[in-house]
């Protein structure tokens, strides 16, 4: 471990997005992992559970503690929502940073918060200071934060598609669909009927037609790209495969004559977690899984045919890295200004 490690404490650190962290974290050169929570698996050590962690993470989980976890200097919450805005406030008092990978911090507006997760929030005067820790469009701010709001999967993967068409204003904000599937890992480790093996293999479905919690998480990130409210109309679907979203985004151009491929290699040229394939490209989950990559691919399907204006825009994550705990970790390497890359290099999957 290196003399600049820092002490971090994860909060629910037995669910999917937590041991996807943990086994991030323990290959990251500056990271002493010193608390990990589970109310259930408390006392127990973390290679009892997680065998392949054995000599590499020598902790046993204990139950959440405000005061215990207010000695590491950076605190992750990997917990259901409307938790960490419970343990939030004392953790930053006592001195420590958080990155939050719930929603509890990510919607701007207490009352939209409010809305979309049922209840009212505990600490609405924290979500002004918040950073949405998406890399691609807040790298500085996140560079400063205190607190990190961890975007949710799927916005992840639309907001990534969408930026170049609207932060160029090439594309009507009025008129957006994000047709996007996710593996079923990206619903959690928590026994769920829904989720079960015999309900979700073999099986296809759309769900959050009429209303998913990610549209005004996903509004609120085009909205600052596209200088207006867009009308976006996203369906989510699960798909019987455990990690990896694809999304699938349909827009209207309003300049026809803009070169998209060269647009979205402009616009993410230098990232170290976003790939723009080559023209004609369909990117797969198979390819980013267990990575922190995005991979985009765009295309204008009618142009030859019927001069249609729409654009096509592919995107694929891994939900548990790009969309949770890879994206948690380059916002960790950000705010102590590490190599945004440290500890998430290597990690591309070559055969599934
Ligand atoms: N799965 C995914 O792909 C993604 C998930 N997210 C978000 O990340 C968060 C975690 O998701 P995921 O890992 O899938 O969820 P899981 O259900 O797999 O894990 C939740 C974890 O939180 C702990 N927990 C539950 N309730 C509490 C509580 N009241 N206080 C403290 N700990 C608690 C659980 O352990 P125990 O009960 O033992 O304490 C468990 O370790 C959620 O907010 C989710 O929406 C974000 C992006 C992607
Ligand atoms: C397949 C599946 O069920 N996915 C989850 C999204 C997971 C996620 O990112 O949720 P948070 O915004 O709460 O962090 C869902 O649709 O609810």
Same mark, same amino acid.
């Given at each position: 471990?290196?003399?600049?490690?820092?002490?971090? @404490?994860?909060?629910?650190?037995?669910?999917? !997005?937590?041991?996807?962290?943990?086994?991030?974290?323990?290959?990251?050169?500056?990271?002493?992992?010193?608390?990990?929570?589970?109310?259930? *698996?408390?006392?127990?050590?973390?290679?009892?559970?997680?065998?392949?962690?054995?000599?590499?993470?020598?902790?046993?989980?204990?139950?959440?503690?405000?005061?215990?976890?207010?000695?590491?200097?950076?605190?992750?919450?990997?917990?259901?929502?409307?938790?960490? $805005?419970?343990?939030?406030?004392?953790?930053? &008092?006592?001195?420590?940073?958080?990155?939050?990978?719930?929603?509890?911090?990510?919607?701007?507006?207490?009352?939209?918060?409010?809305?979309?997760?049922?209840?009212?929030?505990?600490?609405?005067?924290?979500?002004?200071?918040?950073?949405?820790?998406?890399?691609?469009?807040?790298? *500085?701010?996140?560079?400063?934060?205190?607190?990190?709001?961890?975007?949710?999967?799927?916005?992840?993967?639309?907001?990534?598609?969408?930026?170049?068409?609207?932060?160029? %204003?090439?594309?009507?904000?009025?008129?957006?669909?994000?047709?996007?599937?996710? @593996?079923?890992?990206?619903?959690?480790?928590?026994?769920?009927?829904?989720?079960?093996?015999?309900?979700?293999? &073999?099986?296809?479905?759309?769900?959050?037609?009429?209303?998913?919690?990610?549209?005004?998480?996903?509004?609120? /990130?085009? /909205?600052?790209?596209?200088?207006?409210?867009?009308?976006?109309?996203?369906?989510?679907?699960?798909?019987?495969?455990?990690?990896?979203?694809?999304?699938?985004?349909?827009?209207?151009?309003?300049? !026809?004559?803009?070169?998209?491929?060269?647009?979205? &290699?402009?616009?993410?040229?230098? &990232?170290?977690?976003?790939?723009?394939?080559?023209?004609?490209?369909?990117?797969?989950?198979?390819?980013?899984?267990?990575?922190?990559?995005?991979?985009?691919?765009?295309?204008?399907?009618?142009?030859?045919?019927?001069?249609?204006?729409?654009?096509?825009?592919?995107?694929?994550?891994?939900?548990?890295?790009? @969309?949770?705990? @890879?994206?948690?970790?380059?916002? $960790?390497?950000? $705010?102590?200004?590490?190599?945004?890359?440290?500890?998430?290099?290597?990690?591309? %999957?070559?055969?599934?």
């Amino acid at each position: 471990m290196s003399q600049h490690s820092i002490r971090v @404490g994860v909060v629910g650190a037995n669910g999917y !997005t937590g041991i996807e962290l943990l086994r991030l974290l323990v290959n990251h050169p500056h990271v002493d992992i010193r608390q990990v929570t589970s109310r259930a *698996e408390a006392g127990q050590p973390v290679s009892a559970s997680l065998p392949q962690l054995a000599g590499r993470l020598d902790l046993a989980f204990s139950a959440p503690d405000a005061a215990a976890l207010a000695e590491c200097e950076l605190v992750f919450f990997t917990t259901p929502n409307a938790t960490a $805005m419970h343990m939030t406030p004392a953790l930053l &008092e006592a001195g420590c940073r958080v990155i939050d990978l719930s929603a509890d911090f990510r919607l701007h507006d207490a009352a939209v918060w409010s809305d979309w997760y049922g209840e009212a929030h505990a600490c609405p005067e924290l979500l002004g200071e918040a950073v949405y820790g998406l890399p691609e469009l807040n790298r *500085e701010a996140v560079r400063q934060a205190r607190l990190v709001a961890n975007p949710g999967c799927y916005p992840t993967a639309v907001s990534l598609a969408l930026l170049p068409l609207l932060e160029a %204003a090439v594309a009507d904000p009025a008129r957006l669909i994000a047709d996007a599937k996710s @593996g079923v890992s990206g619903a959690g480790r928590k026994a769920n009927l829904g989720t079960q093996f015999c309900e979700a293999g &073999e099986n296809f479905k759309a769900y959050g037609a009429a209303g998913h919690r990610h549209l005004p998480e996903i509004v609120q /990130t085009l /909205t600052a790209a596209a200088g207006s409210q867009p009308v976006l109309t996203f369906v989510p679907h699960l798909v019987p495969m455990i990690r990896g979203i694809h999304a699938t985004i349909y827009a209207e151009l309003n300049d !026809t004559t803009v070169d998209l491929q060269a647009l979205y &290699e402009r616009r993410y040229a230098g &990232e170290p977690f976003v790939s723009v394939e080559a023209a004609g490209s369909h990117p797969e989950t198979r390819m980013v899984r267990g990575s922190n990559h995005c991979r985009l691919a765009v295309h204008r399907p009618d142009a030859a045919y019927s001069g249609a204006s729409r654009a096509v825009v592919l995107a694929v994550i891994d939900n548990l890295v790009k @969309g949770a705990a @890879g994206q948690a970790l380059q916002n $960790m390497n950000l $705010m102590y200004g590490w190599p945004e890359t440290a500890g998430l290099d290597n990690q591309v %999957a070559l055969i599934p």
